[in-house]
């Protein structure tokens, strides 16, 4: 299994953006498709998107379709989340999760690396 490590989160205003970061370690990375989750206060953990092995497949759940982006290097072994247009009910703990497949998808449980998450908040 890789070793999970987010960054990027942090306090914004509706309307900004912010990039988070997703760096592995520890295994390799390009057999690992990788996705973004997010949790909520009071909520459960919430798919927001993937991206498969190689980068080329990408898909997202409806509510930050078009307004998020993932992306990845695999020579950097980093996948990243590009966040625009960000709403107050965006605010959460984000997380990025690891399954060594070709494309995974939107159940946490079938995800079997972590990372600690990072918080986002976005003020009204």
């Known amino acids: 299994q890789v070793q999970l490590v987010e960054s990027g989160g942090g306090l914004v205003q509706t309307g900004d953006s912010l990039r988070l970061s997703c760096a592995a370690s520890?295994?390799?990375?390009?057999?690992?498709?990788m996705a973004w989750f997010r949790q909520a206060p009071g909520k459960e953990r919430e798919f927001v998107g993937t991206i498969s092995r190689s980068g080329r497949t990408t898909s997202y759940v409806d509510s930050v379709r078009g307004r998020f982006t993932i992306s990845r290097d695999n020579a950097k072994n980093t996948v990243f989340l590009q966040m625009n247009m960000l709403k107050p009910e965006d605010t959460a703990v984000y997380y990025c999760?690891?399954?060594?497949?070709?494309?995974?998808?939107?159940?946490?449980?079938?995800?079997?690396?972590w990372g600690q998450g990072t918080q986002v908040t976005v003020s009204s």
């Open positions: 999760a690891g399954k060594r497949t070709t494309v995974a998808g939107t159940i946490s449980q079938e995800y079997d690396s």
């Open positions: 520890g295994g390799t990375f390009s057999n690992y498709a």
